[in-house]
Each structure stands twice: as C-alpha cells, then as structure tokens.
C-alpha cells in the first residue's frame, strides 16, 4: 500500500528522543474517522525519556488528488473533535497528494486550522520531508564540525581577496571583534594587533 511505503520512507530518519507507541484502540477508532477516497494512519509518538513523554497525534493522508486531501482534512477536522483536551493541541496532519503542485503544497501548510500541516512537496524524498517536521534528527556531531560561524566564515571569506589575511591575523581580528570592545578602542585593538604589537 502507497501509505504504508511512505511512512517506511521517513519513519527511519525519525530523531531517537522520538518513539512511535503501539496502535490502541483509539488510534484505530481514529483511522476509522476517515472517509472514502484517501488511505489514513494514525501515528502516536511520544519522547523517549523523561517525566513528560506527552503523546503526540500524527495523522498520516495519502490522497491522489488535489479533491480526495478535502477529505483527508474533514478527517482531520473529525479527529480534532474525537481527541480530548489537551490533546487537541498536539494533533499533526503529514499529507502526501499525488497531484500536488509546489504552490498547492504551500498553501496546505500555510493553513493551520484544526492543525499544523506538512505537505510531502514534488520530488521530495522521505528524509528530506521529515527534516521539516518537528521529528527531524538534530544536526549530526559530524556537520557540526564542518560549520562555521557567521564571524569565521566572513573572516575566510576576506582571506581568500587579500593575501595577508593569513590565519594568524584572522584569529587577532577574531579576538577583537570577540572582546566586546567598541569604536576607538576596537580600532585600536585591530591596528596594534597588525602592527605587531601586543595588545
């Protein structure tokens, strides 16, 4: 079924402080909520760990035309008003429309009534569908490596026009732009520091 292989598409990328609980027997009264014309799931997530693993409502569309996701939001509507309070706060509609355009997309997600929607965009895979989501990984030890701060990347970036801006003088600017000094006496700083002088 298309729905089942489009939540096995992302559900591996999901961030482990995440984890999805079993159905119950309100998920299931949920699904069965849902009208004719599109394939639903219900997902219920909650954190890994800690006091407050609060249940997140997941509910999950595939719909094949632009028509069958108007049904696909009266189901969301339908859910909204089964869920007890608080947990209508946390319900989130993951809809996947055949047909869907960039613009139809964006206005799926612009609307947040009943609740907030991701829209699977043309030609997006599941791991980059699920980094727009609240379920997303964190940034990987390994790119946090390889990122620069906004200083260090314009201090490269003023490296690469002029020859003397070698990485010795790039960490006495770093440093003085970092001390938390102003006007004159940043100036100062930067000069002496170019001169050769201690500072």
């Not at 969301?76 to 209508?88: G, S």
């Amino acid at each position: 079924m298309q729905i089942d292989h489009w939540i096995a598409s992302w559900q591996e990328f999901v961030n482990p402080r995440f984890e999805f609980c079993e159905p119950t027997e309100q998920s299931t009264s949920l699904e069965s909520l849902a009208g004719e014309g599109f394939s639903a799931r219900v997902l219920l997530v909650r954190r890994a760990i800690g006091k407050h693993r609060g249940v997140r409502t997941i509910l999950v569309a595939y719909a094949d035309s632009l028509r069958a996701s108007g049904a696909a939001l009266h189901w969301t509507a339908d859910v909204r008003d089964a869920l007890p309070e608080p947990a209508t706060a946390d319900i989130y509609l993951f809809l996947n429309i055949t047909s869907a355009s960039l613009d139809d997309c964006l206005r799926f997600e612009a609307d947040d009534q009943y609740c907030r929607k991701y829209v699977r965009r043309p030609n997006e895979s599941g791991e980059q569908f699920l980094k727009r989501t609240f379920l997303a990984a964190p940034v990987s030890p390994r790119r946090v490596g390889g990122m620069s701060d906004p200083l260090s990347a314009s201090l490269m970036q003023a490296a690469k026009v002029h020859g003397w801006f070698t990485p010795e003088e790039q960490m006495h600017w770093r440093q003085a732009l970092m001390s938390g000094v102003k006007g004159q006496e940043l100036a100062a700083r930067i000069l002496r520091n170019a001169s050769g002088a201690d500072t």
